[in-house]
């Protein structure tokens, strides 16, 4: 109300003036309503007039309405020109006007969410957010935001979640609405699934899992207030798996429960097939407890291998040391001397064999095995073997007899003292276990030329009319640490086949065995060498092989390096029986000080070990090749040494050593291995 006075008269005129001012209230009301930023357009809709005015807008898009103008015809034409097509029933019932009211009058607001595809075809994601202003005048406000970063950043996640569960279900605390994602509906990008009054579906949600009893405990399980007591007993979540049916097959399934947010109004399910890893969970339980049996064996094994062990390495000990006392005791009785020292020597040897059984079984497990490659005359192999086994075998009354068949190459390359072992097993066992009176017979058979590179395979086979072995027997004889029940009464470490079959396995060859009981055995052993092409020049080597006549090293002198004095006394006292002279020098600097210190032409060989104090045995023969003299490189030195496996061999004959001879010295290997090298044998 204006009052106005009249100049002339003085009086006074009230001018009352009334002005519409929803627009601006609704407009103030629409700006103080939303105190958040980031809209891509707030608009103000009459519903009555169907019509829209533009409050705000910043549309990072491009895409905005007209400042003004009619809703419905807004409604169509995006959704015709924008909205993607999955989403286009949603979009247009969120803003159908009879819809909206209905919906305003219920609850104070809602939003939707849907895509919209701009011009270059890329797909943004909004939220459209309807609230109403005044019903009564039909009017309401729409404002919607950009959400597309964020519902990528979730899809992604999703995406990874989906490749690692088949299930995703969040449970609204409050509202009790289920909102589920299966796989397919997050790879192919489809709406999720939602179900209002979780508790009053959970039957439908558990009745694929097949369970015929504790259907009741399951319903309990997944029942909204079971779930929400679990977690505030384990905040951090739980978990339990459940059986599934899938086509007839019975799948595992395990479900994790969590805290969906922080607030703890939202629980998380998952579910994942556990079905493989629970199969890999028991088979690896299985497979540990077999190696527990398998160890538990094994064990059990050792221990009967060491028991059997400590009574055959105590047999021949308990002869030495009662036959060295029995000769001490009789040392006026030359004969029984003669004897007690020949049984002496019997029993070192066969404590010998069994020391080399357990070492060689024990480089074999660990595949230090190494192998040697030298020319190899089968003749000389096989008279090798019966020069070595023929006394054993007629001592024990048994007959052997070596023969060979279709041999075309009569040499080839390969480990002469591999293939030894093997042979000299294979024949040991079968005059141990064949009876007086019986035939052990060795036949080697050339198979064939196997390719173009001349490598021929040979078959070695040992047939015996021994004892046999039983069909139980059979499966573990090549074992270690196994012995026949048979052959409780036979001394041996039970290590010798599986010893064989180390060999044969590094060699690349194949064993294999025939054998009843009461009528003997059989056992095969097929190797591959190459074939020597030039056999002329081993055929008139010279062979020593125990021929050498008394004091055949008369005159001969000799360097030893030994740093042990009952082995150099040993050593000395052996060589001066057959004639020789010795200089004994205790490590390997004085050694080579000593042959430095001598003319040329003093000594004939040196006796060199391998393990002593200052210089070692490859160190000492290394510094005395390097000598500026005219016999350094030429003079034989020959390793004694108790390092006996195959590459201590060619470790010596890489130091620059003519020969190997291992401890204990056998006099026969040691006189002739020296013969051979003064009368300029191959190094």
């Given amino acids: 109300m204006n009052m106005v006075a009249t100049p002339d008269s003085g009086d006074v005129t009230g001018i009352l003036t009334i002005t519409d001012i929803t627009e601006q209230i609704v407009s103030d009301w629409i700006l103080h309503r939303l105190s958040v930023t980031g809209n891509d357009f707030v608009v103000d809709v009459d519903l009555l007039r169907d019509r829209f005015t533009v409050v705000s807008s910043n549309d990072v898009t491009g895409y905005i309405p007209p400042h003004t103008g009619c809703h419905s015809k807004w409604v169509e034409h995006t959704l015709a020109t924008r909205i ?48 109403a202003v005044d019903l009564r005048l039909g009017r309401v406000c729409l404002f919607r935001t950009d959400i597309t970063e964020s519902i990528r950043e979730q899809q992604g996640l999703l995406n990874m979640m989906a490749y690692t569960f088949e299930l995703m279900g969040f449970i609204n605390v409050r509202s009790e609405r289920l909102t589920l994602y299966t796989r397919q509906t997050v790879l192919e990008n489809l709406p999720p699934h939602r179900v209002d009054k979780y508790d009053e579906h959970v039957d439908r949600f558990i009745s694929y899992y097949g369970l015929d009893e504790g259907v009741g405990d399951t319903q309990r399980q997944f029942k909204l207030k079971t779930l929400l007591h679990q977690l505030a007993e384990k905040p951090a979540g739980f978990d339990f798996v459940l059986p599934y049916q899938v086509e007839g097959e019975t799948r595992y399934k395990q479900i994790n429960v969590l805290w969906g947010d922080e607030n703890h109004r939202t629980i998380c399910l998952v579910r994942a097939d556990v079905t493989d890893m629970l199969a890999a969970e028991r088979a690896t339980k299985k497979a540990l407890e077999q190696a527990l049996v398998a160890a538990k064996e094994d064990s059990l094994a050792k221990s009967d291998f060491l028991s059997a062990m400590s009574h055959d390495i105590r047999t021949p000990m308990n002869a030495i040391m009662g036959m060295t006392a029995l000769a001490v005791a009789h040392m006026d009785d030359p004969e029984r001397v003669a004897d007690c020292l020949k049984k002496i020597s019997i029993s070192s040897k066969h404590l010998l064999s069994l020391i080399n059984d357990i070492l060689d079984m024990s480089k074999i497990e660990r595949s230090k095995i190494t192998l040697n490659r030298t020319k190899i005359s089968l003749s000389d192999l096989l008279e090798q073997l019966s020069a070595m086994m023929g006394p054993q075998a007629r001592a024990a009354g048994i007959s052997l007899a070596f023969e060979t068949s279709r041999i075309r190459h009569g040499a080839f390359y390969g480990d002469m003292l591999r293939l030894n072992q093997i042979l000299i097993n294979l024949l040991s066992n079968a005059i141990k276990f064949t009876p007086e009176g019986g035939r052990v017979d060795v036949l080697v058979e050339e198979l064939s030329l196997e390719d173009e590179r001349c490598t021929a395979r040979y078959r070695f086979s040992v047939r015996d009319s021994g004892i046999g072995i039983s069909e139980s027997d059979l499966m573990h004889i090549f074992e270690p640490f196994t012995r026949s029940r048979g052959a409780e009464r036979i001394e041996g470490t039970g290590l010798g086949l599986s010893v064989t079959k180390g060999l044969v396995d590094r060699m690349g060859g194949e064993i294999a065995v025939e054998s009843e009981p009461g009528k003997g055995s059989t056992f095969y052993v097929e190797l591959s060498f190459e074939t020597v092409q030039d056999e002329t020049a081993d055929a008139g080597k010279r062979r020593y092989l125990s021929k050498a006549a008394p004091r055949c090293l008369a005159g001969r002198r000799f360097l030893v390096a030994e740093d042990n004095a009952i082995n150099s006394e040993i050593l000395c006292e052996l060589l001066k029986m057959d004639g020789a002279e010795t200089v004994v020098t205790n490590d390997g600097a004085q050694v080579v000080h000593a042959f430095q210190q001598a003319a040329p032409g003093t000594f004939d060989a040196v006796l060199m070990d391998i393990q002593m104090p200052v210089m070692n045995g490859y160190e000492a023969t290394r510094s005395i090749r390097e000598l500026q003299r005219p016999d350094a490189g030429t003079i034989p030195i020959i390793a004694m040494t108790a390092n006996a496996f195959a590459e201590d061999v060619q470790a010596s004959l890489q130091a620059g050593m003519n020969a190997h001879v291992a401890k204990p010295i056998d006099m026969t290997v040691l006189r002739d291995t020296l013969l051979r090298a003064l009368d300029g044998g191959e190094r």
Avoid: C
């Fill in 84 to 131: 993607a097509p999955k989403d286009k029933d949603h979009y247009k019932n969120g803003l159908d006007p009879m819809r909206m009211i209905k919906r305003l009058q219920k609850e104070d607001s809602y939003t939707f969410s849907f895509s919209i595809i701009d011009e270059n075809g890329e797909m943004w994601t909004k939220n459209m957010t309807v609230f």
